[in-house]
């Protein structure tokens, strides 16, 4: 087992202030601006969290060990089933839902899904990354430093690809082994795509969110080359073995040093910024007051209240 934190630290930029956190912010706009990037935003209010999709996190805690991309498609395969005997692949009034939202609907009620959620509005990838969370009406995570992902989804985004826009109404899997027209495992295994959903739900309009998916990563690449996982900045740093890299991060992503001034990596850059403890409160009261974010406008539906609405309350 490796240390999260380890895998991350040689990347993060340090942010122990509401101004270090609009600077990093504008420094990031800066370059996206001046190269056309276009950044997806993921906070976590634990930074000694991994990258990782329900489906994988909880695959993993119930095996006790790494997941593959055959494993995870085999317990992918068995909560698509349950839901179809449970009848929900087509809800009463909607038709028979696409995969995509039929795992974006398992998504938004709690289920294990391949899915990573995501937001195009980098002060709401801040606001998760502060947020305040309740176990038991006690606080939890307010004395971690909290994670705040970058992630360059220019060229990954299925919405604006002509050759994958078909996968949103898609009725099966494009990445299922076996299918004819799969993608190819060698690069389902070391591609990362990004989906942004139309007219789902108030929350992913709030939110401004979207979607990050793929396979677990693995080492070939469909050119013959290698994907791998570096361990410090430098190529004499050497990398993680790729199931320590899973560990860490549950899709192909490498991460990368954010530097406003040099160029840096030419695309699918994966930035990471720590948010110190000292600084969430601060950080969270000013994002409400800029911007009105708070649980009720960021989870304005039944579930969202279910969740975050009577904190106070103890439930065990």
Same mark, same amino acid.
């Given at each position: 087992?490796?240390?999260?934190?380890?895998?991350?630290?040689?990347?993060?930029?340090?942010?122990?202030?509401?101004?270090?956190?609009?600077?990093?912010?504008?420094?990031?706009?800066?370059?996206?601006?001046?190269?056309?990037?276009?950044?997806?935003?993921?906070?976590?209010?634990?930074?000694?969290?991994?990258?990782?999709?329900?489906?994988?996190?909880?695959?993993?805690?119930?095996?006790?060990?790494?997941?593959?991309?055959?494993?995870q498609q085999v317990e992918e395969t068995k909560i698509l089933a349950e839901l179809h005997r449970w009848g929900l692949h087509a809800p009463s009034g909607a038709?028979?839902?696409? !995969?995509?939202? =039929?795992?974006?609907?398992?998504?938004?009620? $709690? @289920? +294990?899904?391949? &899915?990573?959620?995501?937001?195009?509005?980098?002060?709401?990838?801040?606001?998760?990354?502060?947020?305040?969370?309740?176990?038991?009406?006690?606080?939890?995570?307010?004395?971690?430093?909290?994670?705040?992902?970058?992630?360059?989804?220019?060229?990954?985004?299925?919405?604006?690809?002509?050759?994958?826009?078909?996968?949103?109404?898609?009725?099966?899997?494009?990445?299922?082994?076996?299918?004819?027209?799969?993608?190819?495992?060698?690069?389902?295994?070391?591609?990362?795509?990004?989906?942004?959903?139309?007219?789902?739900?108030?929350? !992913?309009?709030? =939110?401004?969110?979207?979607?990050?998916?793929? $396979? @677990? +990563?693995?080492? &070939?690449?469909?050119?013959?080359?290698?994907?791998?996982?570096?361990?410090?900045?430098?190529?004499?740093?050497?990398?993680?073995?790729?199931?320590?890299?899973?560990?860490?991060?549950?899709?192909?992503?490498?991460?990368?040093?954010?530097?406003?001034?040099?160029?840096?990596?030419?695309?699918?850059?994966?930035?990471?910024?720590?948010?110190?403890?000292?600084?969430?409160?601060?950080?969270?009261?000013?994002?409400?007051?800029?911007?009105?974010?708070?649980?009720?406008?960021?989870?304005?539906?039944?579930?969202?209240?279910?969740?975050?609405?009577?904190?106070?309350?103890?439930?065990?």
């Open positions: 087992m490796i240390d999260i934190n380890d895998f991350w630290r040689p990347f993060e930029v340090q942010i122990n202030s509401f101004d270090d956190l609009v600077a990093n912010i504008e420094r990031v706009m800066e370059k996206a601006v001046r190269r056309n990037i276009q950044f997806a935003w993921r906070g976590q209010v634990d930074a000694g969290w991994a990258l990782h999709s329900s489906l994988y996190r909880r695959g993993a805690l119930t095996r006790t060990n790494v997941v593959d991309e055959a494993t038709g028979r839902l696409s !995969i995509l939202r =039929q795992l974006a609907m398992l998504q938004h009620y $709690g @289920a +294990p899904t391949r &899915l990573i959620d995501i937001t195009f509005n980098a002060w709401i990838g801040a606001w998760f990354a502060v947020e305040q969370k309740w176990s038991n009406a006690q606080e939890i995570h307010g004395g971690s430093d909290a994670r705040l992902f970058a992630i360059d989804i220019t060229n990954r985004l299925i919405n604006e690809h002509a050759d994958r826009r078909a996968w949103e109404d898609d009725l099966s899997r494009p990445w299922r082994s076996g299918r004819p027209d799969a993608v190819p495992d060698r690069e389902w295994t070391t591609s990362v795509f990004a989906w942004k959903p139309s007219n789902l739900d108030a929350r !992913i309009s709030a =939110q401004n969110g979207a979607f990050l998916f793929g $396979g @677990a +990563p693995a080492t &070939l690449l469909p050119e013959g080359g290698r994907f791998q996982f570096p361990k410090g900045r430098a190529a004499a740093d050497g990398h993680w073995r790729i199931d320590e890299g899973r560990e860490a991060c549950c899709l192909a992503l490498r991460p990368h040093v954010f530097d406003p001034v040099r160029g840096g990596v030419a695309d699918g850059a994966l930035y990471t910024f720590r948010i110190a403890a000292a600084a969430k409160p601060d950080i969270r009261s000013r994002l409400e007051k800029m911007f009105g974010y708070m649980h009720r406008t960021i989870y304005p539906d039944y579930t969202g209240f279910a969740s975050f609405g009577t904190p106070w309350l103890k439930s065990v």
